[in-house]
């Protein structure tokens, strides 16, 4: 049965897809697709044929994968599997993402050693497949206003393994402010009024109205230039949607472009639940010419030339040096085959250490955190307590097992994993002591430390399951 949607909506399509408009509106009463990416950064081998990874066994055949097309790292999956419930998820092996909302990063396609702006990245779809381009080289600012979805997005950059990464949670006038053209990249994925959500989520259509399209538009219209602003001449800069409706769309592109003679539009895609899988998307790849004029440039603020932020980091301060000094000895022993990213200063918030990436040419300093939340400036090496160095969850999940001087490795199904992940600790091999990485098919879960006949539980109580 069709979903109960507005007549302002239905008679708005009609008049935007004509002849389409009944094949779009039936799409509403039929099964949605659903998808889900491997990480690119935890693979198992090298790509294979047409770029794909190899999916780890027996998932392809027990999720019933077939490749998204736009996507060689994405894969539809079927209604009944649970991928988020498997410890592969747990690990940082995959992310659950609507299909269609693939295609934005892979229009954007950043390149190892980029600087890269996530402008509006909650929960952090769009955020993790730009890291796997990465691969772990350059800097990736990923921004969410909102500070409990901020910490989602934080959450999500930890899972999958991110090391290249700083969260921040400000207004993007405040990143224009401090960032005039800083980045090589910027994936603009703006808030909008949800079109392409009502077939998944009936609120949706529940809060949808005509004037929630002006208003989205209106907004839309406030963060484009601020995300203009902070892109390098001859950058590029990917606005979405998960909207159908021109206003959010080809009339906000047009608006900006009028405004902006220094950008061109390189290509425009609409994805429709009509014509293939997913819920549909709107995106538009646009450039910055190489003759940039201060048109669309904004001053840099007093806060982009103070030090520190909440918290008061010391990047260069003897307490910062002393904490990575704490963290290298415990690498000596722990994970002699882990190498920190090469350009990066640490920063210490109280006891905890962060590793903050600094690659050349970046002028995101840790300077211009001043004033600005930052859920996670860097990867989370650790906490820092009397000299003593205990490991983050973040970290484990950044190294590779066999980096590790102690892990031990089981199939998804053993009954250890089941039980490290509710919390318990396991039987250790006599003398075994120290830490070390349960992984699970070879990807690290979380740290254990061994002592006395037991690889004592390290998994951080929050992400424990029941039963």
Known sequence: M???????????????????ADAFLRSFSEPRAYGLRFNPLKPDAPRQAKGRLPLPQPVETDWGLKPIPWCPD??????????GKHPYHAAGLIYIQEPSAMIAAELLDPRPGDLVLDLAAAPGGKTTQLAGKMNGRGLLVANEIHPARARILSENVERMGIANAVVVSAAPGQLAERWPQAFDRIMLDA?????????????????????????CAARQRDILPDAAAMLKPGGRLVYSTCTFNRAENEETIA???????????????RMWPHRGE????????LERQASATAETERPSSAASRKGGRSGKPSAASAAADAALQ???AFAADALPGYELLADGVPLLFGEALYWFPQPPGSSVLPAA?????????GLHLGDVRKGRFKPGHALALAVRSEQAALSADYPPDAPEVAAYRRGESLPAPSGERGWGLLSVGGHPLGWFKSSDGWRKNRYPKGLRIQG
């Open 2 to 20: 069709t979903p109960s949607l507005p007549a302002a909506f239905i008679a708005r399509i009609r008049e935007q897809l004509g002849e389409e």
């Open 369 to 377: 955190l001043a004033g600005l939340k930052a859920p996670r400036p």
């Open 191 to 215: 808030p909008c009024s949800g079109e392409g959500m009502f077939r998944k989520d009936p609120e949706a259509i529940v809060e949808w109205s005509p004037d929630a399209v002006e208003t």
């Open 74 to 83: 994405g894969y539809f999956y079927d209604e009944t599997a649970r991928p």
């Open 278 to 285: 997913g819920e549909g998307h709107y995106a538009a790849v």
């Open 326 to 328: 704490s963290y290298r």
């Open 255 to 269: 608006w900006f472009l009028r405004g902006h003679p220094d950008f061109a539009l390189l290509a425009e895609h």
